[in-house]
T-cell receptor, first 116, second 109 residues
Framework: DVKVTQSSRYLVKRTGEKVFLECVQDMDHENMFWYRQDPGLGLRLIYFSYDVKMKEKGDIPEGYSVSREKKERFSLILESASTNQTSMYLC???????????????FGEGSWLTVV | GIQVEQSPPDLILQEGANSTLRCNFSDSVNNLQWFHQNPWGQLINLFYIPSGTKQNGRLSATTVATERYSLLYISSSQTTDSGVYFCAVEQNNAGKSTFGDGTTLTVKP
């Protein structure tokens, strides 16, 4: 089975701290994604990456950066955390660019970040 | 950008009841998927269905791409069906997806 592992399930950070959220997938997937989920707003795409060292902005990239130095690992970075970044963050991966039959996207279990 | 609207936002059922969840989208799409998020946050793909009808056990889905909507049917609901159901679309195979706000389903025993 595909496994997408997010390093931290629950985090509490202070305003202004630098925060790293790590994600690792074990299926040699090319695409990796970071989403943010807030109540009533569904999932919103922050950044995605279709190859090592490549990244593309999603719908809400402001205040975030990403790093993909290895194919299996995709990191989300909050350079200076703010209270409005309190949310659940979901990492995902898929094989190939774009969706297609059989190209399922797999999600991690989520990281609940609280910024105080 | 494309808008994805799901209805109803909340649904409460007795175990054994049937339900229909709807997803409307504002523009043509290449791809559409339905997901279920369990109460612990795990999201699982249910269907990849850009058009046509698919069935998997008690769940089935239909997408009418020309009319820009998709339906998810749940028959003989069980308490384990509880959670949030998301519809998500992709327009141009470029990796960017847009999710609806979800339908929160509660199935009572």
């Amino acid at each position: 089975d595909v496994k997408v592992t997010q390093s931290s399930r629950y985090l509490v950070k202070r305003t202004g701290e630098k925060v790293f959220l790590e994600c690792v997938q074990d299926m040699d997937h090319e695409n990796m994604f970071w989403y943010r989920q807030d109540p009533g707003l569904g999932l919103r795409l922050i950044y995605f990456s279709y190859d090592v060292k490549m990244k593309e902005k999603g719908d809400i990239p402001e205040g975030y950066s990403v790093s993909r130095e290895k194919k299996e690992r995709f990191s989300l970075i909050l350079e200076s955390a703010s209270t409005n970044q309190t949310s659940m963050y979901l990492c995902a991966s898929s094989y190939g660019l774009g969706w297609a039959a059989g190209n399922t996207i797999y999600f991690g279990e989520g990281s609940w970040l609280t910024v105080v | 950008g494309i808008q994805v609207e799901q209805s109803p936002p909340d649904l409460i059922l007795q175990e054994g009841a049937n339900s229909t969840l709807r997803c409307n989208f504002s523009d043509s799409v290449n791809n559409l998927q339905w997901f279920h998020q369990n109460p612990w946050g795990q999201l699982i793909n249910l269907f990849y269905i850009p058009s046509g009808t698919k069935q998997n056990g008690r769940l089935s889905a239909t997408t009418v791409a020309t009319e820009r909507y998709s339906l998810l049917y749940i028959s003989s609901s069980q308490t384990t069906d509880s959670g949030v159901y998301f519809c998500a679309v992709e327009q141009n195979n470029a990796g960017k997806s847009t999710f609806g706000d979800g339908t929160t389903l509660t199935v009572k025993p």
